[in-house]
């Protein structure tokens, strides 16, 4: 296995650990501040992505059409699941509390990781995320709660394939909080607000 590039940073380790996956052409310290803000006490485990496509890092390759090599994905969520496992072993934290937290690229991972493999995590923040590819049998997800963000004017991803992920979510069991804004593919305070809040609620 290819070492990871990350970083770790303990703060309390009595609260929900939180999994940091940045966006297309992002670095591993991308959502360092964004995890931060969004629960202060909480340790934070930031991961880069280990694919580079035209000079821009990712978690996952796509063929020249723009569509995403399944193959590719099946691998890096494989190495993902096994590379957070490592980790939180070596760090002592706690896999059924942990929430992965992904933006853009690193949402899609998450969702999909999620939909196909079996993992203890307590549920996701996927902001500005999509379907990789539709699941027509996902994995069992009840119990688990997923924050999805949306911005109605976001030119990557389009109101149906927002619809399409809470709805394969939902249908696999998973709670799912949707906040929806007017704005395009960017982060915006409103946005990190909510996530914030619904972190909050976890880790009661």
């Known amino acids: 296995m290819t070492a990871p590039v990350y970083r770790f940073i303990p703060n309390d380790l009595t609260r929900p650990p939180l999994l940091l996956l940045h966006g297309t052409g992002g670095s591993v310290k991308d959502l360092l501040p964004i995890g931060r803000f969004l629960a202060p006490r909480s340790p934070l485990l930031a991961l880069a992505g280990r694919v580079v496509e035209n000079g821009q890092r990712r978690f996952f390759a796509h063929h020249p059409d723009g569509s995403p090599d399944l193959t590719s994905v099946a691998c890096e969520r494989d190495w993902l699941v096994?590379?957070?496992?490592?980790?939180?072993?070596?760090?002592?934290?706690?896999l059924s509390r942990l929430i992965a937290v992904g933006y853009s690229n690193g949402?899609?991972?998450?969702?999909?990781?999620?939909?196909?493999?079996?993992?203890?995590?307590?549920?996701?923040?996927?902001?500005?995320?999509?379907?990789?590819?539709?699941?027509?049998?996902?994995?069992?997800?009840?119990?688990?709660?997923?924050?999805?963000?949306?911005?109605?004017?976001?030119?990557?991803?389009?109101?149906?394939?927002?619809?399409?992920?809470?709805?394969?979510?939902?249908?696999?069991?998973?709670?799912?909080?949707?906040?929806?804004?007017?704005?395009?593919?960017?982060?915006?305070?409103?946005?990190?607000?909510?996530?914030?809040?619904?972190?909050?609620?976890?880790?009661?």
């Open 82 to 94: 096994a590379t957070v496992a490592a980790l939180s072993a070596q760090y002592q934290l706690d």
């Open 107 to 204: 949402a899609n991972l998450i969702s999909h990781t999620l939909l196909t493999r079996p993992v203890p995590w307590l549920g996701a923040v996927l902001l500005h995320g999509t379907l990789v590819t539709p699941v027509p049998q996902p994995q069992p997800l009840a119990g688990r709660a997923v924050f999805a963000s949306f911005g109605t004017h976001d030119p990557r991803i389009s109101a149906a394939a927002f619809t399409g992920l809470v709805a394969t979510l939902r249908r696999a069991g998973a709670t799912v909080n949707v906040h929806q804004h007017d704005q395009r593919h960017n982060l915006n305070g409103p946005e990190l607000k909510a996530a914030q809040a619904w972190i909050a609620a976890r880790g009661r």
